[in-house]
């Protein structure tokens, strides 16, 4: 549970330090607009902004019940930031809390863990389209 916290931890403690060093130095302005870039970076990579996580074996239970596609990721991941409003719709997994959803990815990518790993009635596709992935959500039930 730690782990998903420490970058967005870090991003929140090296902005700070370095905005209080600017502000000290005499530039709030720059020292403001500093810190809210790092909170920015501390948000994207923030379990928070991302939608609930299931674990593999269940993703890919509800997928086979609701035709849904199951998205294997990472937070920090930028792409799927992109899916959008949508994408609360889809089965999570991530793959830093889950060793059984690391090894679907593995098993799709080579060996490489790479995100996101979409899984479309048991065919995984790497790195689709987003506007491709909101398709597969109108078809699903």
Same mark, same amino acid.
């Given at each position: ?5 420490? !970058? ?18 005499? %530039? ?17 990579? %923030? ?15 509800? %997928? ?9 990721? &990472? ?13 609360? &719709? ?33 065919? !995984? ?8 992935? &909101? &398709?597969?959500? %109108?078809?699903?039930?």
């Amino acid at each position: 549970m730690t782990r998903v916290w420490l !970058p967005p931890l870090l991003f929140v403690l090296c902005g700070s330090a370095l905005a209080t060093d600017l502000a000290l130095e005499g %530039s709030p302005v720059e020292a403001t607009a500093l810190l809210l870039v790092f909170l920015a970076l501390a948000a994207v990579n %923030s379990p928070l902004i991302f939608p609930r996580s299931v674990d593999a074996q269940e993703a890919q239970r509800r %997928s086979a019940a609701d035709g849904r596609p199951v998205v294997y990721w &990472r937070p920090g991941c930028a792409y799927c930031v992109r899916l959008g409003r949508r994408a609360r &719709r889809l089965h999570w997994v991530d793959i830093r809390r889950d060793p059984a959803g690391a090894a679907v990815v593995r098993a799709a990518n080579g060996g490489d863990e790479t995100v996101p790993t979409v899984v479309v009635a048991g065919r !995984p596709h790497i790195n689709p389209d987003p506007e491709w992935v &909101r &398709r597969q959500l %109108s078809s699903a039930t």
